[in-house]
Structure formats: structure tokens, C-alpha cells
């Protein structure tokens, strides 16, 4: 005989549809199965957003430990200097999580363009020219 509590007919879906990320690239592609994942993020991004896509619109998800909900933004996550943890947990109705990892570094600025917060000089830039050369092949 079919069962009628109202639990055993909750969905156990807790896989992410879609996850958009802005600013950032992540690798490997995005993919519900794989729940880890690396991305970068240039030195002159200091906040991104992400916008998770859950295959059951009535799991709940969370980002950082914020609730939104399907399709909803999260915006001006704060980017530092270096790797940066972020997660999705998406919980299925029946109560079942899944957890999929994002760690996000965002590039430090190249040190010899730089200049130091004690430096009185002003930072000088060397160009390199180049000249064409012959090569006599024999």
C-alpha cells in the first residue's frame, strides 16, 4: 500500500541546476556531480556576486550561510587579496544537504609596479626595446 505521510512524497533533489558568478572564472565548468572549485579573480575586483539555480525551486539554499532563494542574487561578496572560501549548501525538502565549495583568489598586484608604503621615491618603469635580428642559417 502506498504510504501517506506527507514526508516520504518530499523531494530528496539537493543538486544545483545552474550557478552564475560574476567577475569570476572558475574551473572545472560548472557541473551539479562536482562540488569543488577553483576560480580567479583579477586584483581590481574587490566584491562578486553569485546567483545559485537549485534543481528543485523548493530546496533551500544558502550562500555563505545567507539564506536566498532560487535565483536570487547575493551581491558584493568581498573579494581579499588571495584565496577566498565560499560555499553553496543547497538542502533538499526532505532535509538532505549537499555543499558545493567555491574558493575564489583574487590576484595580488604584480610587486615591482608597486610601490611601498615607506617609499618617498616615485616607482620608475624600465621599457626594453627590441630589435630584430638576422639569423645567417647555413
Known amino acids: 500500500f502506498p504510504s501517506h505521510d506527507s ?11 545552474n550557478v552564475e558568478l560574476t567577475n569570476v572564472s572558475i574551473s572545472p565548468s560548472f557541473d551539479k556531480d562536482i562540488t ?3 576560480g580567479y579573480a583579477d586584483n ?6 553569485i546567483t545559485p539555480y ?8 544558502e550562500v555563505n550561510g545567507v539564506v536566498c532563494g ?3 542574487t547575493i551581491t558584493s561578496i568581498p573579494l581579499l587579496v588571495g584565496n577566498n572560501e565560499n560555499s553553496i549548501v543547497v538542502t533538499s525538502e526532505s532535509g538532505v544537504s549537499k555543499t558545493y565549495n567555491f574558493n575564489i583568489n583574487r ?3 604584480l610587486n615591482n609596479l608597486v610601490a611601498t608604503e615607506n617609499s618617498t621615491e616615485t616607482p620608475k ?9 638576422k639569423f ?3
Open 36 to 38: 569543488e572549485y577553483t
Open 107 to 109: 590576484l595580488a598586484l
Open 70 to 72: 532560487y535565483g536570487r
Open 54 to 61: 537549485s534543481s528543485d525551486k523548493g530546496a533551500l539554499i
Open 44 to 49: 581590481a575586483i574587490e566584491y562578486f556576486d
Open 136 to 138: 645567417l642559417g647555413g
Open 7 to 17: 514526508k516520504a512524497k518530499l523531494l530528496a533533489d539537493n543538486n544545483l541546476l
Open 125 to 133: 618603469l624600465q621599457y626594453f626595446t627590441h630589435k630584430p635580428q
